[in-house]
């Protein structure tokens, strides 16, 4: 029963310190401290939404694009 009550609680977030963290990810995270990243995308087109935020508001909006 322990198992099952533990599974349910929230893990805590986990502070990782700079000197582990993967060298590939480095650039990437000084050019957006720095303000500096660039990220390629397709214009799909666009949409009006009624809320600002949400996954299921990104989820219809790009239903009703498709």
């Known amino acids: 029963m322990n198992k099952l009550r533990q599974s349910f609680r929230r893990k805590k977030d986990v502070y990782v310190p700079e000197a582990s963290r993967p060298h590939q990810w480095q650039t990437d995270e000084e050019g957006v401290r720095t303000g500096k990243c660039s990220f390629p995308v397709k214009y799909l087109g666009h949409v009006e939404?009624?809320?600002?935020?949400?996954?299921?508001?990104?989820?219809?909006?790009?239903?009703r694009l498709k």
């Open 49 to 63: 939404v009624d809320e600002s935020r949400g996954m299921h508001i990104c989820e219809d909006a790009v239903k």
